[in-house]
């Protein structure tokens, strides 16, 4: 038999690990604190692992795509919160449909962009 895949937990890094922690709160997902400079983040069982670890490049060209049900409700949610009032270089990028989908794009304080979108 071959074993099922539960889970994917990418490892991304922070400029500000403290300001970074309290983004993610913000956004929605839980803390678990597992060493100083290591947290797990896990919002409806995804998750990913927050280091206090930064290198520009690495974390220049570091992209996470999360499937949503509903890129539309979970664009309204992005902007009520508020997040490039409270976090400098957070940046929002809005909706767009393209032919395999719909996206909208989240820079966070440290710059890693994250695609959060669905598939038709």
């Keep these: ?32 604190v597992l060493e100083p400079k290591l947290s797990l983040f896990i919002r409806e069982e995804i998750g990913f692992y927050l280091q206090d670890y930064y290198a520009k490049e690495w974390v220049d060209n570091t992209m996470i795509f ?17 997040l490039p009032d409270q976090y400098e270089n957070v940046r929002l990028t809005p909706v767009r449909t393209m032919d395999w989908g719909k996206e909208c794009f989240v820079h966070d304080p440290s710059g890693i962009l994250w695609h959060f979108g669905e598939f038709f």
Excluded at 66 to 82: A, Q, R
């Design 1 to 32: 038999m071959t074993p099922k895949l539960k889970s994917i937990r990418p490892f991304i890094g922070a400029q500000n690990f403290e300001v970074s922690r309290n983004f993610y709160r913000d956004l929605g997902f839980e803390e678990v």
């Design 66 to 82: 999360m499937e949503v049900t509903d890129t539309d409700e979970f664009w309204k949610e992005l902007v009520s919160l508020g």
